[in-house]
Each structure stands twice: as structure tokens, then as C-alpha cells.
């Protein structure tokens, strides 16, 4: 079984910075893409950042130049860091991964780390 396990998250005041760090393990033989989700108010999951194998990385609208996702496939670790918060940034923050296996791909998800901004 595949694990997708966040830490870093917490209270944050306005303007500050946060790290969030996913770390993969398991029955894992390759990872193609990795990103960052968070979870709106009566909403779908929206794109944070993605990050392919590669380096290749897409951002959301909203935290585009504050936000800035990595990875080191070395570890199979994914990492967000957040700079200039906002209270609109409040939301649950979840890591995926395309994971492959001896046989198939899949979408694994962590369980979500909450990062609350507010002073």
C-alpha cells in the first residue's frame, strides 16, 4: 500500500511563510506527477501546484509568485513552500501523487494538513 504522509501545516499570521512537506512510501516503482490540492468552502479541490518527474510545474491563479512547489525523487518527497499568506489561503491542503506500480498507475492522496492564516 502507498502512503502519502504531510506535515508543516498550522496557524500562520498574514504575510507569513509556511513549508509543507508529503513524503511517499510504500509498494512505489516510479512517481510521475506530484501537487498540491487544497479544499474550498462548498468547492471541489482547485489546483495549487503541480510538478511533474521532470521539473515541469504548474501553478494555481490564486497563489501564482507567492507559492513554490519541489520535489527530490531521490526521497519520493514533494514539498510546498508558501510565501505571503492570506486569510483566503485558510484552506485543507492535500498531497497527491501518480504512483506507479509493477502493473498500473494510480492517484494516491494524503490524508490533508490544514493551514489556517489569520492574525
Known amino acids: 500500500q502507498v502512503q502519502l504522509v504531510e506535515s508543516g501545516g498550522g496557524l500562520v499570521q498574514p504575510g507569513g511563510s509556511v513549508r509543507l512537506s508529503c513524503a511517499a512510501s510504500?509498494?512505489?516503482?516510479?512517481?510521475?506527477?506530484m501537487g498540491w490540492y487544497r479544499q474550498a468552502p462548498e468547492k471541489g479541490r482547485e489546483l495549487v501546484a503541480t510538478i511533474t518527474r521532470g521539473g515541469n510545474t504548474d501553478y494555481g491563479k490564486s497563489v501564482k509568485g507567492r507559492f513554490a512547489i519541489s520535489r527530490d525523487n531521490a526521497n519520493n518527497t514533494l514539498s510546498l513552500q508558501m510565501n505571503n499568506l492570506k486569510p483566503e489561503d485558510t484552506r485543507l491542503y492535500y498531497c497527491n501523487a501518480d504512483v506507479g506500480i509493477p502493473t498500473t498507475t494510480r492517484r494516491y492522496w494524503g490524508q490533508g494538513t490544514q493551514v489556517t492564516v489569520s492574525s
Open positions: 510504500g509498494s512505489i516503482f516510479s512517481i510521475n506527477v
